[in-house]
Nanobody
Framework: QVQLVESGGGLVQAGGSLRLSCAAS????????MAWYRQAPGKQRELVAS???????NYADSVRGRFIISSDNAKNTVYLQIYSLKPEDTAVYLC??????????????WGQGTQVTVSS
């Protein structure tokens, strides 16, 4: 089994910053992809940032320049540093990972999400 646990969300005023963390645990040999999604009321789930095992990153246009995704392989953890928060960033932020297990299979896992609320 693999579990993802997010942390770091909260209530912040527009213009502020947050750092989200997602720690993966379980039967992990390596992590192929880790990503952050978000889902706001009335909107579809959106991929905001991803990082693959080689270090390549990708960002949604709406967050590029404000969000930075990074990973710590030794800790099986991915981070999302967010700057210049806007009210439209308000959403549940969910961690996703595609993981190669110790047994050699690849599985996907989702965290339960952490709430980010940006006040105007």
């Amino acid at each position: 089994q693999v579990q993802l646990v997010e942390s770091g969300g909260g209530l912040v005023q527009a213009g502020g910053s947050l750092r989200l963390s997602c720690a993966a645990s379980g039967s992990i040999r390596s992590i192929n992809i880790m990503a952050w999604y978000r889902q706001a009321p009335g909107k579809q789930r959106e991929l905001v940032a991803s990082i693959i095992s080689g270090g390549r990153t990708n960002y949604a246009d709406s967050v590029r320049g404000r969000f930075i995704i990074s990973s710590d392989n030794a800790k099986n953890t991915v981070y999302l540093q967010i700057y210049s928060l806007k009210p439209e960033d308000t959403a549940v932020y969910l961690c996703y990972a595609n993981i190669k297990t110790i047994g050699g299979t690849s599985i996907s896992a989702w965290g339960q999400g952490t709430q980010v609320t940006v006040s105007s």
